[in-house]
């Protein structure tokens, strides 16, 4: 139990162009799901946490524009990178969690390449 | 604000030696979580090990303990008989319980690469 999936797993894509990440919790319902970019051999950093039904909440630095967030069902979650740059290439990674439970669930992350 | 260090970015053992990663945190909260995580290079979050702050004993999972000073503040990771399937990164997380169900962010640590040598 516990599954959670991302779609794409990686991802090639054009500067100038938009992203769209899926986060899916398969057999839960998600009343939170977080968004996390890790670079290469660093640590996970978190970008925004969202509540089903309600806007993200976006942490300090994270550009609430470009790294767009929606969480429209209880099982999925979306991050959108719009007018995506060299610089947004990075692995992302997105968690859930069940109600009362104080676990994470992680999905596998996405790696996205911006050329 | 929540702190967790992990001070050794590189660790390397032989294949069957048992390997401690050290993990201090920082907190004013009483009530919180302490985590560890794998992420092999595939980059999957692997969940290993869960401390609770009340907890008494010390979590054990398999080959993996939790050795939990809440004293020292830390709480390292000891792997006993290591494979070499355990090479891979491994954080140390913490996570503050706000009260009811109300859970504070994941805070991670730097992480440690741990190579295991045949």
């Known amino acids: 139990g516990a599954v959670v999936s991302q779609h794409p797993s990686w991802v090639i894509c054009k500067s100038g162009t938009s992203v769209k990440i899926e986060c899916r919790s398969l057999?839960?319902?998600?009343?939170?799901m977080f968004w996390y970019r890790q670079f290469p051999k660093q640590s996970l950093m978190l970008m925004a946490t969202?509540?089903?039904?309600?806007?993200?909440?976006?942490e300090q630095g994270v550009e609430k524009d470009k790294f767009l967030i929606n969480h429209a069902s209880l099982t999925l979650s979306t991050l959108t990178v719009t007018s995506a740059h060299p610089e947004d290439s990075s692995f992302y990674i997105c968690s859930a969690q069940a109600g009362k439970d104080y676990e994470q669930y992680f999905g596998p992350g996405t790696r996205l390449t911006v050329t | 604000a929540q702190k967790i260090t992990q001070t050794q970015p590189g660790m390397f053992v032989q294949e069957k030696e048992a390997v401690t990663l050290d993990c201090t945190y920082d907190t004013s909260d009483q009530s919180y979580g302490l985590f560890w995580y794998k992420q092999p290079s595939s980059g999957e979050m692997i969940f290993l090990i869960y401390q609770g702050s009340y907890d008494e004993q010390n979590a054990t999972e398999g080959r993996y303990s939790l050795n939990f000073q809440k004293a020292r503040k830390s709480a390292n990771l000891v792997i006993s008989a290591s494979q070499l399937g355990d090479s891979a990164m491994y954080f140390c997380a913490m996570r503050v319980h706000a009260g009811g169900t109300s859970y504070g962010k994941l805070t991670f640590g730097q992480g440690t690469i741990l190579t295991v040598h045949p």
């Open positions: 057999d839960f319902q998600a009343t939170t």
């Open positions: 969202s509540n089903e039904g309600s806007k993200a909440t976006y």
